[in-house]
């Protein structure tokens, strides 16, 4: 157990914060959004099936754990639906236990899983579950992400994300587009055989008891330029943060990202074009930029990528060590998505939704 | 002018912070280093050179402006160079301003700079220089960079960065060792001819009047495991959000990265392998995972890479409009490097090292 | 409503914080510790009897509103009561609203109490109650307080707390031996004629229709030296915001409190005593420092004082305005405790132990 | 040394954030204002005169040290003197060190003094002179204050503060006309007979080789409604914790105060008085409230007071120990103020205008 164990390390945000709690089999999940701007009218119906959008048994694709998944909000929104800038408190009862699907692992490590360092870093671990590293905690973010998004679209914002990788099968270079023809390209559109491909990618994955890797695309419209900051406060750095503290991520870029690194100055210069009015907005003739210059929005749309590695647990033995350091065979049991990447494209937007919002209240 | 405008937004870390200030034309930078362990005693002659290492002039390939940067230490460590444990304030003074320079631009905002966005943000801008979104700032994160880096390497925590590439110049897949065989590749190595022609790309661009990309890879060895939070301050995520601080960065990977989403799960598991003895610490027989699980490092080596964009100026004329949105052409002045990447090398290193004293402290 | 309504401003601590949210009137309040240490195991019991000490009709002299007020644990503990150093979520349902009591007050602004500003501040008001400015709030904080309180226990560090005047009735200067024999005072004590005698003067502005002020008094022991910073994190400072947090705190002082600005410093030195072993911590003669010098501990017992004004709500006909600012008259309805310092004993002791662990993880 | 040496604590503030730094001892002071609004021209010259009332030998009640006190802005003003929005340095230097006079106290520790804590804290001390612990660093908040004062002054906000009491000498209750009649008392003025009484007192005080406590008293006018938050964020809790970080304050009192605890509720009613045009501010006829209700300012005159203890060095020789704890006298050198009260004028005003700026920006 280290030293800095007590740092605080379950809020999210500066401004409209999220502070969370709950452990996958705990008797609930939960949490308390602050900062949320009062008099706004929600839209309940819309924000429970945003919910449902990441529930677990949503698709044939993911996992079948069973969660009814209502957050039950217990402060900040009057009785007629309109929030009152008090916090908003909220939880979501974990009602589908089997813990004994864990029993296998109570004395060994998941390889690629979070148990080893959990147990480094505390001390003291739930074997029921993942404790903290479980994605059931996306269930929080999801919940605060939904409130955020339906504000930020009062506002003209609207946020889309996309599954644009599965394994092998790519939706090609969604962002060529939205790089050097921004002003036609408004939406992310996946070709509907490359999504099927994606689920037949799934589908045999799990069927051989593997799992594979994906990547999720988001794209934002609709916020004006001088969101950021130039210096500790960047909008691209507190994307990254954000989204780098989803379970599974491995990567980031927004823009040009890693193609960046090949390019030329001349071949990726967003250039300003004249203004038609004089009241308009600025505007770039390509957008290699992703919308973002100097960490401070420049009115175009954002546009990032997250990559997500294969789901860590697999339906086959894996060497692995017990907690003494000996050599054992993991047989893993439990119900587990074969690709994270599916079930993170609604968490991908939640977040987003709250970095946004940080930014904007 | 926004209303967040005054969102504080110059503080790095949250144990072991960073504030700092400094416009680029200004009289200083400077920054107070807060929470820096006392007792430590600072080698002066290693931490000049490391500061000297990011100064611009210090090779063929950077920029010629000729600044001394000798930090001026003013409190905080003792006249025989003790740590008191109390804040640590420094300035680095501006020796070499040619503000007329910049005179081409005081109507007209660059393409791909800050200047457009920076006045939508503060309303107000000091267009002698890039202000708070130069990447002067960045010595700041040096010195302190700097003083954490020694303070580390007391505890046996060591950082490297490399160049890895530079435009169609790339120094192969360094992380392929360090993944596949993680015990046999303690260090990163770049091919001496590779790094040849990576300084050849930079010369033929400068001579182009051109700019180019590049990347910076880096590796961290020492870390015991159980640094880091499994929810929102996950240590990959801290990286990713200093990372993307950084002038120009576009992208940023870690362990697998980006290579992840193609990858299947049963290809890429980190086995634990069984202890020689007890007390030796666990290992994992590869290191896809670069060092951290579920956001707490494992013990093994971190490493992660950072793409940056080309420097967006350019020695051409570039089509731009002026403050009130009409066409113009902006004819550049000034000294710039053609290639932002070569400079980042020292400032990834001082943000890496930055990160992990604020979660070792 | 004004620009800054966004502040976060639910949470309290740096280390070890607590989040709060609810409204008086809402379904449940609650909150969310985090940075508890992993591994400590609660006595619930104790708990709950800590919490019971803070409920309105737990004695003759304090509201009959009848709330249960069970804490839920709903993460952060292990089924067998070890704290997981993961966040302790816990909710206070909310069992016994009479709303119609508030009617009367929908439309007026009750003096003394915070309806006009909270409604300059946020523009929006629930009127069924006191929303986040109720003294309902402090149901978390004593949840939270208690917990942290069997910590310090844990640790050696005990925390006591007196209701030490009630209008005109004071019980003398208690500090009197504390500063000047520490040594032989290592606990407080009320005469308990004059405990009596503050009962009645409670009971008397009852039945009047009135109410009265009151001195909350606190004594901290096994503290060891050096909790607390020089600056900006002076251990007073942090407790004099937790205390002035608490409803109708109108002042707070430490050791020698206003009595210092009538004192010369020869009669109030507290001199340091030779040691008897070298092992054994320093001491000194007197304690009119209260335990703390230059914000830090220095091994003596610390005490404070806060005073408290009457309970806003009077049993009279009081002239206001309404919401338009016409005069009218408020009738008062509702049940409320004529002295708000006797319900702040367990507040007090609460909010004392929650800054004390913040300052001890 | 203790485990928590790394808590960052040399920061103001949330949204105006002051970061300071400096021994005395060392070559110089200074901070980083973050946070200020852009686009404010500063005058320099109110600015320099502010901060020389602070000065040491500014008068014949305070100490000789003779410190030029000219702060050095490093950033984030023009060179026309308008605010860039960006984080203002500034440095103020040490001219004046006199160490030797601070060989006495080498190995003993001072009565009275942060000494003991201090190496409590860190484990290590410069003995030339008080480190952090010295009222040298209140230079650093009268700089920062006194920006913050012509920002508050340009929106109609002015803070006042006076010295209400020397020992046995009293301004009597300056807070009786502030509470009674409130449009009445609209500054507050001190008998000018009384202040030649408490000159005299200090006179006589040094003249004795003593020392003398006091108390700062001071008003707030022309904050509207609205400011400040009903839990965590509360108005006069800030205000509490920013006066007990000024060095030797002991207690704090705003309204009411101390006298609350021995008020009836139905004497100290502020009823609010029907408008006299619907678009002018709600006032209260009485401001025993003292101008906040529930944490947030009611647009009523704000007033506190603060108490000092006498300075703790004494000329005059004082039983102590050593730094090993065996006894020693403490024979005083240095020059020193009797009355740190009369030195807190100005510092209760910068700190005053930091927290008010800190809610408004």
Chains 1, 2, 3, 4 share one sequence.
């Not at 819309?46 to 698709?59: D, F, H, N, Q, W």
């Not at 739930?126 to 590293?133: A, I, P």
Request: proline share 6%; net charge neutral; with cysteine.
């Amino acid at each position: 157990m280290r030293r800095h164990s007590y740092r605080p390390m379950n809020t999210f945000g500066k401004h409209l914060t999220l502070t969370t709690f709950g452990e996958s089999h705990g008797p609930a999940m939960g949490g308390v959004i602050d900062g949320f701007p009062p008099g706004f009218k929600v839209d309940f119906d819309t924000l429970y099936s945003e919910v449902a959008k990441r529930r677990p048994g949503s698709s044939p694709l993911v996992t079948a754990r069973n969660e009814k998944d209502i957050p039950e909000f217990l402060s900040g929104i009057s009785p007629e639906g309109i929030t009152l800038g008090s916090p908003i408190g909220f939880i979501v009862r974990n009602s589908d236990h089997h813990s004994s699907d864990y029993d296998e692992m109570a004395g060994k490590y998941r390889p690629n899983h979070a148990d080893y360092t959990y147990i480094s870093r505390y001390g003291i671990r739930d074997h029921r579950g993942g404790g903290r590293s479980s994605a059931r905690e996306t269930v929080n973010w999801v919940v605060a992400g939904a409130l955020a998004s339906q504000w930020l679209e009062s506002k003209g914002i609207k946020i889309e994300t996309v599954l644009s990788q599965v394994g092998s099968v790519s939706a090609g270079n969604l962002f060529d587009g939205l790089m050097t023809a921004p002003e036609e390209h408004s939406t992310m559109k996946v070709n509907p055989q490359i999504s099927l491909a994606m689920e037949e990618e799934v589908k045999i994955t799990k069927k051989a008891g593997d799992s594979v890797g994906g990547k999720v695309s988001c794209l934002i419209t609709g916020l004006p330029a001088g969101i950021g900051s130039p210096v500790a406060d960047k909008l691209h750095s507190a994307l990254a943060a954000a989204m780098m503290s989803i379970n599974a991520a491995k990567g980031f870029e927004y823009g040009l990202g890693f193609r960046a690194a090949e390019s030329n100055g001349s071949a990726t210069a967003d250039l300003f074009m004249q203004k038609e009015h004089p009241e308009s907005p600025l505007r770039t003739s390509t957008n290699y930029s992703g919308g973002i210059q100097g960490g401070i929005s420049n009115g175009m749309p954002i546009f990032f990528s997250v990559a997500f590695k294969p789901t860590p647990t697999l339906m086959m033995p894996l060497d692995t060590v017990d907690i003494s350091g000996n050599a054992t065979v993991l047989r893993p049991a439990g119900r587990h998505d074969p690709c994270v990447a599916v079930r993170a494209v609604p968490v991908v937007k939640a977040m987003a939704a709250l970095v946004i919002a940080d930014f904007m209240v």
